[in-house]
């Protein structure tokens, strides 16, 4: 399952690398970080996301390019707090974002998705942790962008997640012209 996770990644790493040699407006335009709460579909508590995106251009005159690495968190306690449960997740994310261009909006809207690798590293209280595993992600994303001042961009990002658990994670940060 892993290696098959992984040569997916791959092959489309390598589908968009050539998809994308026909567009002059690739490579890293902007670098950011976003902060975030994740609101898991399941018993488990809010924990919090922690994300470092790079704007990789354009591969159309309104789709875009993000790759993100993520770090998120939550928690899960029972029995007056005798059984504590805790999830950390790392993952590389690629998003493919469709971006209209209207005019009288203060704001850039867009809608994305995109797939991602997850490494899931779980413990537990009570017993030996589980060893950690490697998901794939899909997941889809509507968000906003609006300019700050020259070179820095304010970001709004409403995740869901429709992996092993899935979340809901909004995001807020910025990003900063390279």
């Avoid at 018993?43 to 354009?58: R, S």
């Avoid at 998003?95 to 590293?121: D, E, R, S």
């Avoid at 609006?146 to 995001?171: C, H």
Wanted: aromatic share 10%; proline share 6%; charged share 20%.
């Amino acid at each position: 399952m892993r290696k098959r996770i992984i040569i997916s990644v791959i092959i489309l790493l390598f589908i968009i690398t050539a998809f994308a040699e026909n567009y002059p407006d690739i490579g890293l335009k902007r670098a950011g970080v976003k902060l975030g709460l994740v609101i898991p579909d399941s018993p488990y508590n809010i924990g919090f996301a922690l994300a470092l995106t790079g704007d990789l251009g354009k591969l159309h005159e309104i789709v875009g390019l993000e790759a993100t690495v993520e770090y998120m968190r939550i928690t899960k306690s029972e029995y007056n707090d005798v059984y504590h449960y805790a999830r950390s997740d790392l993952s590389a994310v690629v998003t493919v974002k469709l971006m209209p261009q209207p005019k009288k909006l203060p704001f850039k809207p867009y809608l994305g998705g995109g797939l991602g690798v997850h490494h899931i590293f779980e413990t537990v209280n009570i017993i030996e942790p589980p060893p950690s595993k490697t998901e794939l992600e899909l997941h889809i994303a509507i968000g906003a962008t609006k300019e700050l001042s020259e070179g820095i961009e304010g970001v709004f990002t409403f995740k869901v997640n429709l992996a092993d658990i899935s979340t809901y994670n909004p995001y807020v940060g910025v990003a900063f012209d390279l």
